[in-house]
Structure formats: C-alpha cells, structure tokens
C-alpha cells in the first residue's frame, strides 16, 4: 500500500513538467537603442534579443541593419548567455537566450525606421516591436583644439586633392603664400565613405625639401563628417606639421601617401587593403622686404639678461644668462655679445624650448656665459639686441636687455710660468 502511494505521488509530481514540456515554448524578442536620439558623429548601443523559455532558438535577425549605410558600426558582439535546464526527464525545461549588440556611429541626420528584429525557436518565427533612431545634426564647431576639419559643405573645387568617390587624401597648407622664415601649417586629411579600420591605417609623410618641419603627432585618429559633392565623407586629420621655408620663391610639398583596411560601412562587408596618393601643394614664398637687418629673425620676440651674482673675486667668474623668446622656429635665433673690457668670455652653453598650441609654434632659447674678471673694478655687460620682422604688420621690430655691470675686487691672480727661468752668467 505505501509502495502504491509512493508511486502515485511521483506521477502526480511529474505531470506539470511533461505539460510544460509539451507546451509552446515562451518566446521574447526585443529590438532597442540606447540613446534612441543621438547627433552626428555621436555612438548609439543598438541591441536585438531573443529569450526563450523551452525550445531552441535557431535563428536572430536585424534585416533593416544593411538598408542603413550611413550607420556605421563600429563593433559588433554576439552574447550566448549559458543555457539553463529544468526538471528530470522528459519534463526536462530549457531556458535559453541570444543577442547581438552594435555600436554605431551615425554620419547623416535623419530618422531611421527599423522592421522588427526576427527569431526563429523550432521553426517558428517571433518578432520584436519596430524600432526608431533619430539623428539630429552634430553641434557646431570642432572641439578639443583639434586640427580636424570642419562640419560643412565643402564645394567640388577640392584644392590639394584628387577626388575619388569612395577614398581620397587631401592637403590644405595654410596661408599659401607668406614670407621666408613664417609658419605655414600643413595638415593632411583622409576623406572615406567606406568603414575603415583605424589601427590598420600607415601614412607616410609628404616630402618638404627646402622646409625647417616640426611635426605635431597625430596619436588617436578622430573624424569628423563633411559634405564633398553632395555625398557625406568621413574626414581624418592623419599629419599636423609647422613647416617654415628657408627660402624664397615657389616651394612645392610633395604628394602624401597612405594605406589602410577598409570594406563597406557594415561589418557584413569584406575588407580589402587599399592605397591612396595625394596630390603635390604649392607654397608662395616672399623675401623679407629691404632695406632690413640683415640678422632678424621672423616673428615678434622679447629678450632678457641677467647675472647669477654681482660681486666675485678677481680670477673668479660669473654667469650671464640671455633669455628670448617668441612665435616661430627658435633655432633661428642668434645673439652676438659684445666684448666686455677686463673679463674673459668662454662658449656658451645653449638650451631650447618649443610649444605646439593652438596651431602655432612658439618657444624660447637660452644662452649661459662664463665671465671670468680679469682685473679687478667694475665691469659693464652691454645691451644686447634681437631684431626681428612681424609678418602679421609686415614690419621690422627689434628687443633689447638691460646693460649689466659686476664688480670684482683683489689683485689679479699671476699664472705661474710653466718653466722656472734660469740665469745664465756671462
């Protein structure tokens, strides 16, 4: 008898697992973007999900994904959390559940209409609620101080490139005409309609034969989306450099190179390597006007003197320091000192400093000299002069230090003769 109730409660038990077993498996299916309202150049997380509660899922779909080329994916991933059984036996009950996460970045404003996303589990197909991206314009202006190019309309006169439908370098040096020893920025740019693998992008460097070049290094590619001939483009800033031309007359920067990884603007495009070759950019160089001193540098400069003591001892020596500084290359800085009447000057020891900000390339160089007094008094250090020539006012300026003067006192110290002198008789 107890056998039989043992036996009987064991069925009873098992009846609601075969039910649930041989009943429809529950299915959901969402389609969802967070943020479902971005701007231009701005990324969204776009997520489709099946859950399914018995049965298996075979299949997951997003069709609309391919209609949208202007939605660039730029990474895909393919989630399969661990699949989860209950019950024993034939009432055994699987939950189970698939996703696939994008993460775009939209290049053109606009709405975009997704179909519901599809699944199939043992045969059947379910389907999520259609989906609505809204892209709105990208907020005016560049940010961050980057040399990237502007948000606009860019007209089918392409100067410094060789337009291609699909991929093209450009070359802007800016201003196009200045004098010699003036700055000209040079920034080359890769314009794409294709999805591009950043990492895998190699650029080589134009040619800038007769340019004093400091490069600004490009360490993390970043675009920005431009309108060329009525087609939207990305635009990456690959070379930032300061070239200053050393002399005068037609310069020519040679033709910049680049290859890279790229294929449609969906992950479900096969990538191919491609090469691109610019086009050579013309610098108009002018002489410095005359009449003009002949030793001025370019850019407005300041300049300073010092000495590290005023009082030594005959014999001993002080240091004179010169500091000048301004906009342009420092290394074309040169000071004369003059000669300083009772002490010895030896070579001085020279030290540069250059910043690159805001496009603009400034700095200072540093000159110590060892004085050493001589004879004893006062000792006067003259002013020395820096002329330079402001191509912004088309003049010539010059900066000027302060006369210096230092004292030492005592005797002079007498070198000794290397060898002792010996009196010879008649």
């Known amino acids: 008898m107890i056998r039989l109730l043992t036996l009987a409660f064991f069925v009873m038990a098992a009846l609601p697992w075969a039910a649930t077993a041989a009943a429809e498996p529950e299915v959901t299916v969402t389609l969802g973007a967070v943020p479902a309202e971005v701007r231009i150049g701005e990324a969204t997380r776009l997520e489709v999900r099946v859950h399914a509660r018995g049965g298996s899922i075979q299949n997951l779909e997003l069709s609309d994904l391919k209609k949208y080329p202007e939605l660039e994916i730029v990474s895909h991933q393919t989630i399969r959390p661990m699949q989860f059984s209950f019950g024993f036996g034939s009432g055994v009950q699987k939950e189970s559940s698939l996703a696939n996460v994008y993460i775009l970045q939209p290049l053109v404003a606009g709405t975009y209409e997704f179909a519901p996303a599809v699944a199939k589990v043992d045969g059947k197909t379910y389907r999520s609620a259609p989906l609505t991206l809204v892209v709105l314009p990208a907020s ?9 190019a502007t948000d606009a309309t860019i007209e089918s006169d392409l100067s410094g490139a060789r337009y291609d439908e699909h991929a093209f370098l450009r070359t802007v040096v800016e201003p196009e005409e200045v004098y010699i020893g003036q700055q000209v920025n040079v920034t080359v740019y890769l314009y794409v309609r294709l999805g591009l693998s950043p990492q895998s992008v190699v650029p080589s460097k134009p040619s800038m034969d007769g340019f004093w070049v400091h490069d600004d290094p490009v360490t993390n590619l970043q675009s920005q989306t431009v309108s060329v001939m009525g087609a939207h483009y990305r635009a990456f800033v690959l070379q930032r450099s300061a070239a200053f031309p050393q002399r005068s007359g037609e310069m020519t920067i040679g033709p910049p190179k680049v290859t890279f990884d790229a294929g449609g603007r969906s992950l479900f495009d096969a990538r191919r390597r491609l090469d691109r070759v610019g086009v050579p950019v013309t610098v108009n160089v002018k002489p410095l006007p005359q009449p003009g001193p002949p030793d001025a540098v370019v850019g407005p400069h300041s300049i300073r003197a010092s000495l590290d003591r005023t009082t030594v ?49 400034s700095g200072a160089r540093t000159w110590e000299w060892i004085l050493i007094a001589e004879t004893p008094g006062v000792h006067t250090v003259p002013s020395i002069n820096l002329h330079f020539f402001d191509p912004n006012t088309e003049e010539y300026g010059s900066a000027s230090t302060d006369a210096l003067t230092f004292t030492s006192h005592g005797a002079a110290k007498l070198s000794q003769p290397a060898i002792e002198p010996v009196d010879v008789g008649p």
């Open 313 to 361: 001892r005959t014999g001993d020596a002080v240091t004179l320091r010169v500091d000048a500084g301004g906009v342009g290359n420092v290394q074309e800085l040169r000071v004369t000192l003059p000669p300083i009447v009772g002490a010895r000057t030896l070579q001085p020891v020279i030290r540069d400093q250059q910043q690159f900000q805001g496009g603009i390339l």
């Open 140 to 148: 005016g202006g560049a940010t961050g101080g980057s040399a990237a």
